[in-house]
């Protein structure tokens, strides 16, 4: 079992920075993908960011919304996650989750490929 807990989350202005951290405990990262999830009221949870595991090509993919804005990223040393947020937007605003995908690739990031989840950290952007 792999326990898993977000943090890093707030209030923040459009236009501002925020880094979330992913911190996993129970069992190695090495072989995990790390994902991250949103999920805004009233919508359908998306998935944003991912990062292969680490015996793998370590595949990066990020969703159109948050292209050339987010950066996904770990450390496996650390048993961590991390996905900087910048330039954030309003739209941006949704609770965030990690989840981890025993060998998982990244060629696609869909909510049922993932083993273990996060609680969450909400995001808010507004002025």
């Known amino acids: 079992q792999m326990r898993l807990v977000e943090s890093g989350g707030g209030l923040v202005q459009p236009g501002g920075s925020l880094r979330l951290s992913c911190a996993t405990s129970?069992?190695?990262?090495?072989?995990?993908?790390i994902g991250w999830f949103r999920q805004a009221p009233g919508k359908e949870r998306e998935g944003v960011a991912c990062i292969g595991h680490s015996a793998g090509d370590g595949r990066l993919y990020y969703s159109d919304s948050v292209k050339d804005r987010f950066i996904i990223s770990r450390d496996n040393a650390k048993s961590a996650g991390y996905l900087q947020m910048n330039s954030l937007k309003p739209e941006d605003t949704a609770v965030y989750y990690c989840?981890?995908?025993?060998?998982?690739?990244?060629?696609?990031?869909?909510?049922?490929?993932?083993?273990?989840w996060g609680q969450g950290t909400q995001v808010t952007v507004s002025s």
């Open positions: 989840a981890t995908d025993l060998f998982g690739t990244c060629e696609e990031l869909r909510g049922d490929q993932m083993n273990f």
């Open positions: 129970g069992t190695s990262l090495d072989y995990y993908a």
